[in-house]
């Protein structure tokens, strides 16, 4: 059974994978070196398409319960995928081509819920990117609904959808600048400038929206204190068009900053980074905070370092992780089943914080899931201005 399964697009049976390791490895954990595939299982695993055609291929919400964040509006999924290619972004180059779901098939799935809540939630990682956004939102207010969309995407936000989900009464809007740098944005591949961001704040506020927040990556390759300083002064003049924008309405919100480590995620040009220790993570934020704190109206989330610490292991691990998995729903704490673990011959330092050579064979390099290796490889060149070596 397993073994027709494993011959079908889409299918993966990891217990017909052997892993090898390099025995010959000096160092003190062996290298990955590749998966043999055994019993006839193929040598790649393709992916499969989702239909992406009709009324019935719409994802949304199944059961709508306050007990679950968004718990008072349905969820319609209207497109998937992006065209950014953000360097360090998994939907960038692995959920392709970028497909929307027709404003008919949209209304169709709002449909049912209209007798319940009369508010809708509109999700895309690319929302702006459906060339009718605008009409699905117009439709659905004219029947009566409330749109609300979680988070936008900067570079392509425009006044109509603004205006559509103020109306409905949305107070907070979620935007991704990624960096305070314009140098950084470059690296990552994030086409924006700090004056477009700037603009498009401007735009944000004065259509009546009350906060604004922010997600940004920190431990980007090559990142200094002065992206760190261009983050500050970013926040210091959103913070500035809040109030300018906001004063004559006699309310002012709050610039939120959610900080999140950069995790080298697998299939990305990204794949190949060091990620930055706990430790070094631990004091930019502080560094950060310290400087905000001088800032009001200015608010920071971060991402722990040890929940940075626990992605860089789970996203870039081999099967090996799979054993501190176990450990740590064992015992129930992190800490001590990392001692164990490395105890019994497990790395962090090897997985997680270690810049890998564009050459070194990878635990999930037989998935096909997106762009080929040579395409993340030449991005990854791209970010480092070709200069690979001193990454690794
Ligand atoms: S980070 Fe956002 S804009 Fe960039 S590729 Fe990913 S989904 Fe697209």
Not at 2 to 22: C, I, T, W
Not at 95 to 122: C, K, M, N, S
Not at 153 to 170: F, K, N, Y
Not at 261 to 281: D, G, H, M, N, V
Request: with cysteine.
């Amino acid at each position: 059974m397993l073994q027709s399964l494993a011959a079908l697009p889409g299918f993966y049976v990891p217990s017909l994978y052997e892993p090898r390791y390099d025995q010959t490895d000096t160092s003190d954990y062996p290298t990955f070196a590749g998966l043999t595939p055994q019993d006839g299982a193929p040598p790649c695993v393709t992916k499969v398409r989702a239909v992406f055609d009709g009324p019935e291929t719409v994802a949304s919400t199944a059961i709508l319960t306050p007990e679950t964040e968004f718990g008072d509006r349905a969820m319609i999924e209207v497109a998937r995928g992006c065209t950014k290619g953000c360097r360090y972004c998994w939907v960038g180059y692995n959920i392709l081509p970028f497909r929307v779901h027709t404003v008919d098939d949209v209304l169709a799935a709002a449909e049912p819920w209209l007798p319940t809540t009369q508010r809708v939630g509109l999700v895309a990682t690319a929302l702006l990117d459906h060339p009718d956004i605008e009409a699905i939102a117009t439709s659905l207010r004219e029947r009566g609904l409330q749109v609300f969309s979680p988070s936008l995407i900067i570079s392509t936000l425009r006044e109509p959808l603004l205006r559509s989900v103020v109306e409905s009464g949305q107070r907070s809007i979620t935007i991704a600048p990624e960096a305070g740098s314009d140098r950084m944005r470059e690296l990552i591949m994030k086409k924006i400038t700090n004056a477009e961001i700037l603009e498009k704040t401007r735009m944000i506020f004065r259509a009546g929206v009350l906060n604004l927040k922010n997600y940004v990556i920190i431990g980007l390759p090559g990142e200094t204190e002065a992206d760190l300083q261009a983050l500050v002064n970013l926040c210091t003049a959103m913070r500035e068009i809040m109030i300018e924008e906001s004063r004559h309405r006699g309310r002012i919100g709050t610039i939120t900053l959610s900080v999140n480590c950069l995790i080298p995620k697998p299939a990305t040009p990204f794949q190949w980074a060091q990620q930055i220790r706990p430790s070094e993570y631990a004091a930019k934020l502080r560094w950060l905070r310290r400087r905000l704190a001088k800032v009001p109206n200015v608010a920071i989330e971060a991402m722990s370092p040890r929940s940075a610490e626990i992605q860089a292991l789970t996203s870039r691990g081999d099967r090996r992780v799979g054993d501190l998995i176990e450990l740590w729903a064992e015992t129930g704490s992190w800490r001590q089943a990392v001692r164990t673990w490395e105890e019994r011959g497990g790395s962090v330092d090897h997985f997680a914080f270690r810049a890998l050579k564009p050459n070194d064979p990878l635990p999930w390099d037989h998935l096909r899931t997106g762009a080929s290796s040579k395409a993340l490889g030449n991005q990854w060149r791209k970010a480092l201005g070709g200069n690979v070596d001193a990454a690794a």
